[in-house]
Structures are given as C-alpha cells and as structure tokens.
C-alpha cells in the first residue's frame, strides 16, 4: 500500500504560481509513476499531469501543458506540481496520484486526500 499526502495548497491571484507536493510512503513508492488528478466545482475529475517513476517522461493534460510542470525527487518520495500563470478555471481540489504502470490513463490506484487551490481573478 502506498500513502499519499498532499500539500501546498491555498489561495493566489490570478497569473501568480504556487507550488504542490505530495509525499509518498509504504510499499516501494519510489517505483511507482505519479501524478495530478484535479476536480472542479460541478465537473468531473480530470487528468492534469503525471511522471514516471524515472522522472524521464512527463505527460500533461492540454489545458496546463506550458503552465504546469512535474518533477519527483525519488530520493525524497516526493512530487511536485509548479504551477505557474494560474487562472480562475485552474481552482479545484488537487489529487496525488500513484499506480505501478501509469497515471496517464485509467483510473490510478492510489489517490491523496486533495488539497484545495483557489485561484481568483
């Protein structure tokens, strides 16, 4: 089993950046590929970004590709998520992610409680 915890989040004006962790534990956590799921008021879950468990690929969803980046620090247990150039439709709850194969497609296996980011304009 994995654990997932997530933080960094809170309130910013538009076009400001904040950053996001998430702190793996139990298991091999450093195998695993990560991510960012994110869910907004009244919308359905989606994919933002993921790594693999090298740090060698990124994936980003469209809406944040250019704004957004992904990093791990293995050594650590730890993902990040740089968000730069915030707006008001990036406001939702922010979920780590973690699964053996890939975060990129499916439904990961592990997900973090969430952490809040509003974004006001």
């Known amino acids: 089993q994995v654990q997932l915890v997530e933080s960094g989040g809170g309130s910013v004006q538009a076009g400001e950046s904040l ?3 998430c702190a793996a534990s139990g298991g091999t956590s450093s195998t695993y590929a990560m991510g960012w799921f994110r869910q907004a008021p009244g919308k359905e879950r989606e994919f933002v970004a993921g790594i693999s468990w ?6 980003y969803a469209d809406s944040v590709k250019g704004r957004f980046t992904i990093a791990r620090d293995n050594a650590e247990k730890t993902a ?8 008001p439709e990036d ?13 990129a497609a499916g439904t990961p ?12 304009s």
């Open 19 to 21: 950053r996001l962790s």
């Open 54 to 59: 090298t740090g060698g690929t990124t994936y």
């Open 80 to 87: 990040y998520l740089q968000m730069n150039n915030v707006g």
């Open 91 to 103: 406001t939702a709850v922010y979920y780590c992610v973690a699964d053996l194969r890939t975060v």
């Open 109 to 120: 296996s592990y997900w973090g409680q969430g952490t809040q980011v509003t974004v006001s």
